[in-house]
């Protein structure tokens, strides 16, 4: 069964930091690309990042590109979100999402329950 | 950047039949994904690649993608099929490729 789980999320101050995590098990992971996908209280999903099997290959949104950094560890079946210069609009939950597909065809097959991350002061 | 119109909401009575669109430029030319979201739940792939049914999905849901517009289709609907609505495509028009969500759908079962 797969399952992904994420963590980390928190209320922080306008302008700080934090690294959310995905713990994933159930398939393989160094063969999947991975995503994470937010969606603000009461608002619809916007994705956020991408990263390729290998890591190799990185792609984000523009209204995170610069601030974020997605990163995975394939030893450890785990997907990072580094998250800086955090804003207000930055409030969202937080999802994990197994890619599946090659762009330009790629969705998401399995989703993680997500983490809140609050950005307040 | 890619834009995709979903209607805000769609109401319909138990065992009729729901449709929900999504248009987009061309959007033919590119693979939609539809997913299910209820409330307090994480979203669920209903539909990918068009028209194909992941494992567990109940053949009532259908998808067909053509010029301007995609749309979900959900037969016999049941009361359980309540929930927000969200297509999805994958936009490599711009310098850099991005995954694109439409604004969703909320469907109400009258």
């Known amino acids: 069964e797969v399952q992904l789980v994420e963590s980390g999320g928190v209320v922080v101050q306008p302008g700080g930091s934090l690294r959310l995590s995905c713990a994933a098990s159930?398939?393989?992971?160094?063969?999947?690309?991975m995503h994470w996908v937010r969606q603000a209280p009461g608002k619809g999903l916007e994705w956020v990042s991408l990263i390729s099997w290998d890591g190799g290959s990185t792609y984000y949104a523009d209204s995170v590109k610069g601030r974020f950094t997605i990163s995975r560890d394939n030893s450890k079946n785990s997907l990072y979100l580094q998250m800086n210069s955090l804003r207000a609009e930055d409030t969202a939950l937080y999802y994990c999402?197994?890619?599946?597909?090659?762009?330009?065809?790629?969705?998401?097959?399995?989703w993680g329950q997500g983490t809140l991350v609050t950005v307040s002061s | 950047s890619y834009v995709l119109t979903q209607p805000p909401s769609v109401s319909v009575a138990p065992g009729k039949t729901a449709r929900i669109t999504c248009g987009g430029n061309n959007i033919g030319s590119k693979s939609v994904h539809w997913y299910q979201q209820k409330p307090g739940q994480a979203p669920v792939l209903v539909i990918y690649y068009d028209s194909d049914r992941p494992s567990g999905i109940p053949e009532r849901f259908s998808g067909s993608n053509s010029g301007n517009t995609a749309t979900l289709t959900i037969s016999r609907v049941e009361a359980g099929d309540e929930a927000d609505y969200y297509c999805q495509v994958w936009d490599s028009s711009s310098d850099h490729p991005a995954v694109v969500f439409g604004g969703g759908t909320k469907l109400t079962v009258l």
């Open positions: 159930g398939f393989t992971f160094d063969d999947y690309a």
């Open positions: 999402a197994k890619g599946s597909g090659s762009p330009p065809r790629a969705y998401f097959d399995y």
